[in-house]
């Protein structure tokens, strides 16, 4: 079974993200093969940094996006099964405009992988 980042992450402070230590927990969710999930308060921010975590070697792409441009940032590679933990930082948004806000993630990874998918608040970049 795959780690939860955020519960790893607060066992192993010396290891965690200095983003993640700053930061709020947006989402932390658990899913299976692709999925899209509804994210709420990044406009209270300055920026969003995704991590997912995978049961197994599998490759993957993470969008962010919203109603109005359902493509505001992507990332995607190889392997989100480890056993590095790879984090994904969006541009700053404005958050007196909401076009630049994430709203939602959307995980593409092929049927059958199991992953938790985490989003940080970042401010200050």
């Keep these: ?15 965690a993200d200095e983003s993640a230590r ?6 932390n969710e658990r899913g299976t093969g692709s999925g899209r999930f ?3 308060g990044a406009e209270a921010e300055d920026s969003v940094m995704v991590v997912l975590v995978c049961d197994s070697e599998a490759a993957y792409e993470v969008t962010l996006g919203n109603g109005v441009n359902p493509d505001l940032g992507r990332t995607w590679a ?3 099964g ?3 933990i790879n984090t994904y930082s969006t541009k700053p948004h404005d958050p007196a405009d909401p076009a630049t806000v ?6 593409d990874v092929p049927a059958g992988v199991s992953y938790y998918v985490t989003a940080y ?3 200050g970049i």
Excluded: D, F, K
Aim: hydrophobic residues 40%; proline residues 8%.
């Design 38 to 40: 509804e994210l709420a």
């Design 102 to 107: 994430p709203g939602h993630i959307q995980v």
């Design 22 to 27: 700053l930061g709020m927990v947006l989402l």
């Design 82 to 84: 480890g056993p590095a």
């Design 78 to 80: 190889n392997s989100c």
């Design 1 to 15: 079974m795959q780690t939860r980042v955020v519960e790893y992450w607060r066992e192993n402070p010396g290891v």
């Design 121 to 123: 608040s970042v401010t």
